[in-house]
C-alpha cells in the first residue's frame, strides 16, 4: 500500500517557510531555517513510514488468522467477505460495513478478545505505542499542553471502536484508546490532531454534556454536534470527518462554522426525522472489528465511562489540566483553560474562537490566520 504525506502536511510545511525570516518578502531564508523544515518534513515521513509498515504487518496478521479460522471450521466467515472487501476499491455506500465480525459463528474462540490478542502481538503493540510516542512529540513541540494531558491518560487497544481515537472514565482516570486499523492508515499531523480532538472533548465535558443534550436530541445528532464543533479548531482532520463542509454537504444543509453544540445538534435532528433514510444505522455485534471510521457510533465508547457524579468528573479533569499546564502555553489553550475553571461544565467555542483566531471567520482565510499566529510563535514551531 502505497500513499504519500497528506497534502495538508505540505501546504503546512509551506506556510512555515514562508513565514520564516521574513522569506515572503525578501525571497531568501537562512540555514536555521532549512534546518528547521527538512527536521520538520524528516519527522513526519519517518512516522508515516513506521505507520504504514506496521498496518501492513498486523492486517496480514489479522488475513492469517481468518484463513486458518476457515481451515479449521471449513467455513467462509464475515470477517473472510470483509478481508476481501478490504482489497477492492470500495464505493461510500459500504465503508463503515466492512470489517463485519465473526457473530455468525458461536464457537469458541471467535470473540474479539481472543482475536485481538492473536493478532496484536506484544511485539507490534509495542510498536504501536512507540508510533504514538513519536506522534504525541510533535505535540510536546507544537502544544505542550495536550502533549501532557496525553502522558497523563492511560492507552488502551480496541479492535471494535468505530474510529481512530476514543475516551472514556475508568477507575478515577481519563483511558485512551486506539484502533490501529483505522488510525495507522492517517498522516501524521492527524493522528497528532486526533489526540487534541479526544482531549478537546474532555475539557469541554461532552462525555457528560451529551447526556443532558440528549433529552432534547437524538443521540447521533448530539454526538456529530461535537464532532463539528471540536473539528472546527483543528488544522489536520480526515476526510471524512465530521466538519461541518462535510455535513452540510452528505445532508443538503447551510450549517454556518464555529456556532453552539445545540444550534448543530437541531439541524442534524431534524434532518433525522425527515430524512431516516440517510441515517441507516450499521448493525454492530462484540466481536466486530472496525475497519473505518462510522460516525454515527464513534463516541458509543463514552458509554462505558465509570458512573459518577458531574462535579466529580469535573474535578478529575481540572485535576488533568493543572498536571498538563506545563511549559510554554498558546494564547488561546490559555484562555480555553480559564474558561473551563469559571464555568465548568459550559465551555463556550465562539470565546475560544475568538481568542484564537480574532475576527477570521473560515475558509482560507482561517488558515492564513494560523500560519501567522505560528510565526509570531516560531520558537516553538522551529523545535520540530
Given at each position: 500500500?502505497?500513499?504519500?504525506?497528506?497534502?495538508?502536511?505540505?501546504?503546512?510545511?509551506s506556510?512555515?517557510?514562508?513565514?520564516?525570516?521574513?522569506?515572503?518578502?525578501?525571497?531568501?531564508?537562512?540555514a536555521?531555517?532549512?534546518?528547521?523544515?527538512?527536521?520538520?518534513?524528516?519527522?513526519?515521513?519517518?512516522?508515516?513510514?513506521?505507520?504504514?509498515?506496521?498496518?501492513?504487518?498486523?492486517?496480514?496478521?489479522?488475513?492469517a488468522?481468518?484463513?486458518?479460522?476457515?481451515?479449521?471450521?471449513?467455513?467462509v466467515?464475515?470477517e473472510?467477505?470483509?478481508?476481501?472487501?478490504?482489497?477492492?476499491?470500495?464505493?461510500?455506500?459500504?465503508?463503515?460495513?466492512?470489517?463485519?465480525?465473526?457473530?455468525?459463528?458461536?464457537?469458541?474462540?471467535?470473540?474479539?478478545?481472543v482475536?485481538?490478542?492473536?493478532?496484536?502481538?506484544?511485539?507490534?503493540?509495542?510498536?504501536?505505542?512507540?508510533?504514538?510516542h513519536?506522534?504525541?512529540?510533535?505535540?510536546?513541540?507544537?502544544?505542550?499542553?495536550?502533549?501532557?494531558?496525553y502522558?497523563?491518560?492511560?492507552?488502551?487497544?480496541?479492535?471494535?471502536m468505530?474510529?481512530?481515537?476514543?475516551?472514556?472514565?475508568?477507575?478515577?482516570?481519563?483511558?485512551?484508546?486506539?484502533?490501529?486499523?483505522?488510525?495507522?492508515?492517517?498522516?501524521?499531523?492527524?493522528?497528532?490532531?486526533?489526540?487534541?480532538?479526544?482531549?478537546?472533548?474532555i475539557?469541554?465535558?461532552?462525555?457528560?454534556?451529551?447526556?443532558a443534550?440528549?433529552?432534547?436530541?437524538?443521540?447521533?445528532?448530539?454526538?456529530m454536534?461535537?464532532?463539528?464543533?471540536?473539528?472546527?479548531?483543528?488544522?489536520?482532520?480526515?476526510?471524512?470527518?465530521?466538519?461541518?463542509?462535510?455535513?452540510?454537504?452528505?445532508?443538503?444543509?447551510?450549517?454556518?462554522?464555529?456556532?453552539?453544540?445545540?444550534?448543530?445538534?437541531?439541524?442534524?435532528?431534524?434532518?433525522?426525522?425527515?430524512?431516516?433514510?440517510?441515517?441507516?444505522?450499521i448493525?454492530?455485534a462484540?466481536?466486530?472489528?472496525?475497519?473505518?471510521?462510522?460516525?454515527?457510533?464513534?463516541h458509543?465508547?463514552?458509554?462505558?465511562?465509570d458512573?459518577?457524579?458531574?462535579?466529580?468528573?469535573?474535578?478529575?479533569?481540572?485535576?488533568?489540566?493543572?498536571?498538563?499546564?506545563?511549559?510554554?502555553?498558546?494564547?488561546?489553550?490559555?484562555?480555553?483553560?480559564?474558561?473551563?475553571?469559571?464555568?465548568?461544565r459550559?465551555?463556550?467555542?465562539?470565546?475560544?474562537?475568538?481568542?484564537?483566531?480574532?475576527?477570521?471567520?473560515?475558509?482560507?482565510?482561517?488558515?492564513?490566520?494560523?500560519?501567522?499566529?505560528?510565526?509570531?510563535?516560531?520558537?516553538?514551531?522551529?523545535?520540530?
Amino acid at each position: 500500500m502505497q500513499r504519500n504525506l497528506d497534502k495538508d502536511d505540505i501546504r503546512d510545511a509551506s506556510d512555515l517557510l514562508t513565514h520564516i525570516d521574513g522569506w515572503e518578502k525578501t525571497g531568501s531564508y537562512d540555514a536555521d531555517a532549512i534546518e528547521a523544515l527538512d527536521r520538520w518534513h524528516a519527522k513526519r515521513e519517518r512516522i508515516h513510514r513506521e505507520a504504514e509498515a506496521l498496518y501492513a504487518q498486523i492486517y496480514a496478521t489479522y488475513e492469517a488468522y481468518v484463513d486458518s479460522y476457515e481451515e479449521q471450521h471449513h467455513s467462509v466467515a464475515p470477517e473472510r467477505i470483509a478481508a476481501d472487501l478490504m482489497n477492492h476499491n470500495m464505493s461510500d455506500s459500504h465503508i463503515g460495513t466492512i470489517g463485519r465480525a465473526l457473530e455468525d459463528i458461536e464457537v469458541e474462540g471467535t470473540n474479539l478478545a481472543v482475536m485481538q490478542q492473536a493478532v496484536m502481538t506484544p511485539a507490534f503493540e509495542q510498536r504501536l505505542w512507540n508510533i504514538l510516542h513519536d506522534v504525541n512529540s510533535l505535540l510536546l513541540e507544537e502544544d505542550q499542553f495536550f502533549g501532557y494531558f496525553y502522558l497523563q491518560m492511560a492507552h488502551r487497544i480496541r479492535f471494535d471502536m468505530t474510529s481512530a481515537f476514543g475516551i472514556n472514565l475508568k477507575q478515577g482516570g481519563y483511558v485512551l484508546y486506539v484502533n490501529p486499523f483505522i488510525l495507522l492508515r492517517q498522516p501524521p499531523d492527524v493522528m497528532k490532531d486526533g489526540i487534541k480532538r479526544e482531549i478537546l472533548h474532555i475539557i469541554s465535558a461532552h462525555l457528560m454534556r451529551v447526556k443532558a443534550l440528549s433529552q432534547g436530541f437524538h443521540k447521533t445528532a448530539v454526538h456529530m454536534a461535537m464532532d463539528m464543533v471540536v473539528n472546527d479548531y483543528l488544522e489536520h482532520v480526515d476526510r471524512d470527518a465530521v466538519t461541518v463542509a462535510n455535513v452540510n454537504a452528505r445532508f443538503g444543509l447551510l450549517l454556518k462554522r464555529f456556532r453552539t453544540i445545540e444550534y448543530y445538534a437541531k439541524a442534524i435532528d431534524k434532518v433525522m426525522k425527515e430524512k431516516p433514510d440517510l441515517f441507516v444505522p450499521i448493525d454492530s455485534a462484540e466481536t466486530a472489528v472496525a475497519m473505518e471510521f462510522d460516525p454515527q457510533t464513534s463516541h458509543d465508547i463514552w458509554d462505558e465511562s465509570d458512573s459518577i457524579d458531574t462535579d466529580t468528573m469535573d474535578q478529575i479533569t481540572e485535576r488533568y489540566i493543572n498536571e498538563a499546564s506545563k511549559g510554554d502555553m498558546e494564547g488561546y489553550v490559555k484562555s480555553l483553560i480559564d474558561t473551563f475553571q469559571k464555568t465548568r461544565r459550559a465551555l463556550p467555542w465562539y470565546f475560544y474562537l475568538k481568542k484564537l483566531m480574532g475576527k477570521v471567520a473560515s475558509g482560507y482565510k482561517k488558515r492564513r490566520c494560523v500560519a501567522i499566529v505560528v510565526s509570531q510563535s516560531a520558537s516553538n514551531y522551529l523545535a520540530l
